[in-house]
């Protein structure tokens, strides 16, 4: 345990935890590796189950379809080709013969059971195809409805063949059963010895670690706890001893306390001393209490004065945090008719956009007017051509082709004023725009600069206002000043009085000091 001491606590502290966790770590890879073990037996086991289920369904079925062509070549002795029951035995066949392929295709996609010989696999599957294929030949000779070619297929041989391959699959399959559940059994017992082993090492462990901790934590905080004791009670002649070195926690902790020991001894030393000195001192304080009277009936006469001076300072700065105030006002109602002119101006600025857009728009419908008629004119040119050709037959048409085309003409005319006037329009809205953003431009630099004043004048009211407080504030700090002036003359009669009870209490003091041992 010796040894143990001279390490710190904390690396005590933390090897052991570090070694509670490795153990932990060694014990839980244990467990996987079991588990681990255990669960590849159940997925064999499984296996293994599925799979001679599979197998099971399998023979019983192929031996049921075998049944079916006997009764098959039976029943077209018996009723002849048109029976019924040679109809539904092909179709029961067929249906449980393809079933089994179904199961023997379920059964190759399952995992292969570990153990199991490839070449009894193989022969398994090959005497599986080929007694399927001669149950299915026999189907096919039933649908043609002759017994003598029913008889002639003999099914026997591959039967036989297929149990030899199936027994000797079972046989194999049982001994792998066998060592799983052997296997499993073994883990079992591995499992539980290794468990009861670790309660027992867990036991032992920790009590070694609960006796580690007695010696290093336990007995030294015991004995801190005396040490402190028999400072308690005033006892300060016992010497601070430890086996633990200085750079550990314990260690550091008996040190610590040498010292506060130490301390206390050499505070008590100048406590006795202080009390010799504060009794020379009572005479100095007694003296310079008579001065302090004296200058205290002088500084309350001063503090008349500077009451009155600061009483008429505090009217003004009132009457200037007034006049702040109402100057404020007035800013703030010329910044909320500043903001009522600016949001008319970018109202009207928003209309003449909206109408140099619509002015736009009746321009191109102007241009698609023009084209109209531009159109209409050719197509009445090409009529009065035509109506000429007619000759007589086509002269009411050239007449009317004539009115169109004096009409597309107008049309043409009257739309190219207009495009001209709309010209005009769009130039003086333009114009107008442009205005517009100059005076919306200068409202927002009237505003900004009527937002900086009403700033700049919130920032003196304020100011004013700090400045009226402080005042307030100055004037009763020094009526308070004057009730402290006041007070002191009082209370330098009380400290001669005062003088004499320290005096008595250091006395007391002295005695105090005088029941702790110091050597």
Same mark, same amino acid.
């Given at each position: 345990?010796?040894?143990?001491?001279?390490?710190k606590?904390?690396?005590v502290l933390?090897?052991?935890?570090?070694?509670?966790?490795?153990i932990?770590?060694?014990?839980?890879?244990?467990?996987?590796?079991?588990?681990?073990?255990?669960?590849d037996?159940?997925?064999n086991?499984d296996v293994?189950?599925?799979?001679?289920?599979?197998?099971?369904?399998?023979?019983?079925q192929?031996?049921?379809?075998?049944a079916?062509?006997?009764?098959?070549?039976?029943w077209? *002795?018996k009723?002849?080709?048109?029976?019924?029951?040679?109809?539904?035995?092909?179709?029961h066949?067929e249906? *449980?013969l393809?079933?089994?392929r179904?199961?023997?295709s379920s059964y190759?996609q399952l995992?292969d059971?570990?153990?199991?010989?490839?070449?009894?696999?193989?022969?398994?599957?090959?005497?599986?195809?080929?007694?399927?294929?001669?149950l299915q030949?026999?189907?096919?000779?039933?649908?043609?409805?002759d017994?003598?070619?029913?008889?002639?297929i003999?099914?026997?041989?591959?039967?036989?063949?297929?149990q030899?391959?199936?027994?000797?699959?079972?046989?194999?399959v049982?001994?792998?059963?066998?060592?799983?559940?052997?296997?499993?059994s073994?883990?079992?017992?591995?499992v539980?010895?290794?468990?009861?082993?670790m309660?027992?090492?867990?036991?032992?462990?920790?009590?070694g670690?609960i006796?580690?901790?007695?010696?290093?934590?336990?007995?030294?905080?015991?004995q801190?706890?005396?040490?402190?004791e028999?400072?308690?009670?005033g006892?300060?002649?016992?010497?601070v001893?430890?086996e633990?070195?200085?750079?550990?926690?314990?260690?550091?902790?008996?040190?610590?306390?040498?010292?506060?020991?130490?301390?206390?001894?050499?505070?008590i030393?100048?406590?006795?001393?202080g009390?010799l000195? *504060?009794?020379?001192?009572?005479?100095e304080?007694?003296?310079?209490?008579?001065?302090?009277?004296?200058?205290?009936?002088?500084?309350?006469?001063?503090i008349?004065?500077t009451?009155?001076?600061?009483?008429?300072?505090?009217?003004?700065?009132?009457n200037?945090?007034q006049?702040?105030?109402d100057?404020?006002?007035?800013?703030?109602?010329?910044?909320?008719?500043?903001e009522?002119?600016?949001s008319?101006?970018?109202?009207?600025?928003?209309?003449l956009?909206?109408?140099?857009?619509?002015s736009?728009?009746?321009?191109?419908?102007?241009?698609? *007017?023009?084209?109209?008629?531009?159109?209409t004119n050719?197509?009445?040119?090409n009529?009065?051509?035509e109506?000429?050709?007619?000759?007589?037959?086509?002269?009411?048409?050239?007449?009317?082709?004539?009115?169109?085309?004096?009409?597309?003409?107008?049309?043409?005319?009257?739309?190219?004023?207009?495009?001209?006037?709309?010209s005009?329009?769009?130039?003086?809205?333009?114009?107008g725009a442009?205005?517009?953003d100059?005076?919306q431009?200068?409202?927002?630099?009237?505003?900004?600069?009527?937002?900086?004043?009403?700033?700049?004048?919130h920032?003196?009211?304020?100011?004013?206002?700090?400045?009226?407080?402080?005042?307030?504030?100055?004037?009763?700090?020094?009526?308070?000043?004057?009730?402290?002036?006041q007070?002191n003359?009082?209370?330098?009669?009380?400290?001669?009085?005062?003088?004499?009870?320290?005096?008595?209490?250091?006395?007391?003091?002295?005695?105090v000091?005088?029941?702790?041992?110091?050597?």
């Open positions: 345990m010796s040894v143990i001491r001279k390490f606590l904390s690396k933390l090897t052991s935890g570090i070694f509670i966790i490795v932990q770590l060694c014990v839980g890879l244990v467990f996987l590796n079991y588990l681990k073990s255990d669960r037996n159940f997925r086991a293994v189950s599925k799979k001679v289920r599979l197998l099971s369904d399998i023979w019983t192929l031996n049921e379809v075998r079916d062509t006997n009764r098959i070549a039976l077209l *002795i009723d002849g080709p048109g029976s019924e029951k040679v109809n539904y035995f092909i179709a066949g249906k *449980i393809s079933q089994s179904k199961d023997f190759q995992a059971i570990r153990g199991v010989p490839e070449d009894i696999q193989k022969s398994l599957q090959k005497s599986f195809q080929a007694y399927s294929a001669i030949q026999s189907l096919n000779n039933g649908y043609k409805k017994a003598n070619l029913m008889f002639s003999n099914a026997g041989p591959y039967k036989d063949k297929m030899s391959d199936y027994d000797a699959w079972r046989s194999r049982a001994d792998i059963s066998i060592h799983i559940s052997e296997k499993s073994e883990t079992y017992s591995k539980t010895v290794f468990f009861y082993g309660i027992i090492f867990n036991l032992i462990f920790m009590f670690l006796r580690v901790f007695k010696n290093v934590l336990i007995q030294p905080l015991s801190v706890y005396a040490q402190l028999r400072i308690q009670s006892d300060l002649t016992s010497e001893k430890t633990f070195p200085r750079k550990t926690e314990i260690g550091g902790l008996f040190f610590k306390l040498s010292e506060m020991q130490s301390g206390l001894i050499r505070v030393s100048e406590i006795k001393e009390s000195n *504060i009794v020379k001192g009572i005479s304080v007694s003296s310079g209490n008579n001065e302090l009277s004296a200058r205290t009936e002088q500084q309350a006469a001063s008349v004065q009451a009155s001076s600061m009483e008429e300072m505090t009217v003004a700065v009132k200037n945090a006049n702040s105030a100057v404020s006002e007035l800013i703030n109602d010329t910044r909320t008719k500043s009522q002119g600016k008319v101006v970018l109202s009207l600025s928003d209309r956009k909206t109408m140099q857009e619509k736009s728009k009746i321009n191109d419908i102007t241009g698609i *007017i023009e084209s109209i008629a531009f159109q050719i197509l009445a040119l009529a009065a051509v109506a000429a050709r007619a000759g007589e037959h086509g002269k009411g048409f050239a007449v009317v082709a004539g009115e169109v085309r004096n009409l597309a003409q107008k049309s043409s005319s009257s739309a190219k004023e207009i495009s001209d006037l709309i005009d329009s769009v130039t003086e809205i333009e114009e442009k205005l517009s100059v005076a431009d200068s409202i927002s630099g009237v505003y900004d600069a009527i937002l900086e004043i009403h700033d700049v004048m920032n003196i009211r304020t100011a004013t206002d700090e400045q009226s407080k402080g005042l307030e504030q100055i004037n009763i700090a020094i009526s308070e000043l004057d009730t402290v002036t007070k003359s009082a209370l330098a009669e009380e400290t001669s009085s005062a003088v004499m009870l320290v005096e008595s209490e250091t006395v007391n003091l002295n005695r000091v005088d029941s702790f041992k110091t050597g």
